[in-house]
């Protein structure tokens, strides 16, 4: 059974370096830690791990990641140039939107800097982690959680801002993968990538507020960097750049 999944979504995968290996824990820790092991053990540029659950799942800003039996929780082993490293996130957000849209029809919105929301509701949380070897990245995890038919009113933290699809897991898996492969070549170019990020931003033009660390700043979400930087016009014309953190629409 454990084979199958991963070959199921092997089948007919149309990807030149994601997803040429797939790797299904029925029940793992956190799909993050497997495929750093993975990464440390030499794995190819694009394996995946799936889980079929996740026990320990976790999310930006050290959150715990809701991931039971029946959501899509994996993570991609990359080995980007670092100069390359800030299209990553804005590669998985776009893969995501592109690939619900193709396979469930719903249109996602990027809510900055890598939440993917449908109707103003959290559905997808993306995570990387990076390993640096003095300038060079050693290898990226890029961890992308989607909640499929989860019931997110059984859950309190959730309830009121998550939202879920219905769709074929292997399906969607497949193209994500597809769409995620597509756009990673395109990395030479990134100011593609970039562009194509920026446009699908729910964030740009509203009201935010934004905290990092002990900071918090309110004002209205101007533009983002080619970095991946939110610029925010404070109430007194200020602009402040924000570089993580978390961001609340007003
Ligand atoms: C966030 O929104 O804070 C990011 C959530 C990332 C969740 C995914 S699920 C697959 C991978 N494994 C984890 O433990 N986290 C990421």
Same mark, same amino acid.
């Given at each position: ?20 290996? @797939? ?24 394996? !995946? ?17 809701? *991931? ?37 029809? *719903? ?60 769709? %074929?897991? @292997? ?24 562009? %194509?990020?920026?446009?699908?931003? !729910? ?12 900071? @918090? ?11 991946? *930087? ?21």
């Amino acid at each position: 059974m454990a084979e199958d999944l991963a070959t199921l979504i092997k089948t007919g995968l149309k990807t030149r370096f994601i997803g040429r290996e @797939i790797i299904y824990l029925p029940s793992v820790t956190s799909t993050m830690d497997a495929a750093r092991d993975e990464a440390l053990n030499g794995a190819a540029e694009g394996t !995946v791990i799936i889980a079929g659950e996740q026990t320990a799942g976790r999310g930006r800003l050290k959150r715990r990641w809701l *991931a039971p039996e029946g959501n899509i929780s994996l993570s991609i082993v990359l080995h980007p140039d670092t100069k390359n490293l800030p299209y990553l996130i804005m590669i998985a957000s776009l893969a995501v939107v592109k690939s619900i849209k193709r396979t469930a029809g *719903a249109a996602g919105q990027i809510k900055w800097p890598n939440d993917v929301l449908i109707d103003g509701k959290k559905v997808c949380g993306i995570l990387i982690e990076n390993e640096m070897r003095g300038n060079n990245v050693a290898y990226s995890v890029m961890g992308i959680g989607i909640n499929v038919s989860l019931k997110v009113n059984d859950y309190n933290e959730i309830a009121q801002t998550a939202t879920s699809l219905f769709a %074929d897991r @292997i399906v969607l898996i497949r193209a994500l993968l597809e769409e995620f492969d597509v756009l990673y070549q395109k990395l030479p170019d990134g100011n593609v990538i970039y562009k %194509d990020w920026r446009n699908n931003l !729910v964030t740009l033009g509203k009201k935010v507020k934004a905290t990092w660390g002990k900071q @918090i700043i309110e004002g209205v979400a101007e533009n983002v960097d080619e970095d991946g *930087a939110l610029i925010i016009r404070g109430e007194d014309g200020t602009l402040t750049k924000v570089v993580a953190g978390d961001v609340t629409l007003q």
